[in-house]
């Protein structure tokens, strides 16, 4: 869903991912993947960007995947069987994060063959680097902060200082939707001006694939009913893909997994790729409670006991989302701070 966002940032502003990735300067031409070979190419998630000299090859990811790797090697096998002379920069860009270890990943190897590429962990970046450059500011809610929200404020501020009318709408566009991947998306509208949204063409087709898809942008988007059924069905993809993974959960297991918010599936998603028996459930599933408690006692501390309605609220979020609440404790005051950043973070 979000490969059109990151398709029209690369290809808008080509000289600041070449600036960025290459570390110099380059005019940088878009290359059709149909150009590499004859056979399907799923061209979805895949840019593809050439100067006389090199071809940068970029992939943008929201979940890793064990196939990355050989698609890596794939690429580069097909880019130098049509382009032998060019030296090919290859980078995968993860915007959220996770816990699985394959986002280190960085290499294929094979007996006798080994192929390396490029790892960005957006969340790992400096945020003054993104900002600098309008290619790359509306990735900066993502980046290496614990105030997203200010960060947005400082994008809208920079949306605001470019001239051309459509170009800013598509950036703003750009940015909101790519800061739904952590902000509540009330608030991202408010920031970045629910009119320029509103009207931008460029943003109400992202919310559609978006609808199309079953993804949600941001965590207030559509009705509390797309909401569940966004939530139930991806409970129910979790569900097989444990019973695939590490065979038929208890009643005990299913029902904990079942009790999961939408936040804490997906970091179950991206965990289980990395599961090998039923106990590593039950493993991940302790370290998620005991996360939990390790915020919620200092929580607890300053602010005093939970309601049970903050509690269920708490108990709802992401690892991510915890360790963000963590650093956040200092700046909370009272349980009505409290209540501001869930209803900022309000998770499904």
Not at 60 to 86: N, S
Not at 147 to 157: E, G, K, N, S, Y
Not at 248 to 257: G, N, R
Not at 299 to 321: K, N
Request: aromatic share 6%; hydrophobic share 40%; glycine share 4%.
């Amino acid at each position: 869903m979000f490969d059109p966002v990151c398709k029209f940032l690369v290809e808008t502003f080509p000289e600041d991912f070449a600036s960025w990735l290459l570390g110099k300067p380059a005019e940088l031409t878009e290359l059709s993947p149909s150009e590499l070979s004859n056979e399907p190419i799923r061209a979805d998630a895949l840019i593809l960007l050439q100067s006389q000299e090199t071809v940068l090859h970029l992939e943008f990811q929201t979940r890793p995947t064990p196939a990355m790797a050989f698609r890596m090697l794939d690429y580069r096998v097909r880019v130098y069987r049509r382009f032998p002379e060019k030296e090919m920069r290859q980078v995968v860009v993860y915007l959220k994060p996770t816990q699985s270890s394959l986002v280190y990943q960085n290499s294929f190897e094979i007996p006798n063959t080994h192929h390396h590429y490029s790892v960005i962990r957006l969340w790992e970046q400096p945020v003054e680097t993104l900002l600098n450059t309008p290619g790359l500011m509306p990735f900066a809610t993502l980046g290496k902060t614990d105030a997203p929200v200010d960060t947005l404020r400082q994008i809208a501020a920079k949306v605001r200082t470019i001239s051309d009318p459509r170009l800013q709408s598509n950036v703003a566009a750009s940015a909101a939707a790519l800061a739904g991947i952590s902000l509540n998306q009330d608030l991202i509208k408010q920031i970045m001006g629910q009119d320029i949204l509103e009207e931008s063409s460029f943003y109400q087709a992202i919310l559609a694939e978006g609808r199309e898809s079953g993804i949600e942008i941001g965590r207030e988007e559509g009705r509390q009913e797309g909401r569940q059924e966004g939530l139930l069905k991806q409970r129910s993809l979790i569900l097989r893909q444990l019973d695939k993974k590490i065979g038929p959960l208890s009643e005990a297991a299913m029902l904990k997994v079942s009790a999961l918010s939408f936040g804490q599936l997906q970091d179950l998603g991206d965990a289980l790729l990395d599961f090998q028996c039923r106990s590593d459930l039950d493993d991940w599933l302790n370290q998620q409670k005991e996360t939990l408690d390790s915020v919620k006692q200092p929580l607890t501390q300053r602010l005093g006991e939970p309601s049970p309605s903050l509690l269920s609220s708490l108990e709802a979020l992401s690892s991510a989302e915890l360790e963000r609440l963590r650093s956040a404790l200092p700046e909370l005051a009272d349980m009505s701070d409290l209540t501001a950043w869930l209803n900022a973070v309000n998770p499904v």
